[in-house]
């Protein structure tokens, strides 16, 4: 092993933990706002189900259905998306050499 790969690993060996991301709080934090989106997009879906049956028994009018429809178009779309992102990343990741 000559001289300048012993300094080399010694320098990575005393950076890494500096740059280092903290896995508690990344993971907590990321966890934490997956699980409100999951619980937001659940929300949305059962809000709109209950005024699509309200209306079906005239209980709503047909602009709260179009509205609640609206909305959870609108947050399947979303969810969508961000599951179409997700595939993409974890493709390009995949597609790295090692």
Known sequence: MD???AFAAQGYAATRPVTA???SETAA???NT???AATSFAE?????????QAAMTGKADSQALVQALAQSELAIETAVTVR????EA?????RMPV
């Open 3 to 5: 001289i300048r790969s």
């Open 21 to 23: 991301p903290k896995p």
């Open 29 to 31: 934090a990321t966890q």
């Open 34 to 36: 997956l699980g409100k």
């Open 44 to 52: 949305t879906l059962a809000q709109g189900e209950e005024v699509a």
């Open 84 to 87: 179409d992102k997700v595939v």
């Open 90 to 94: 974890y493709q390009e990741i995949l």
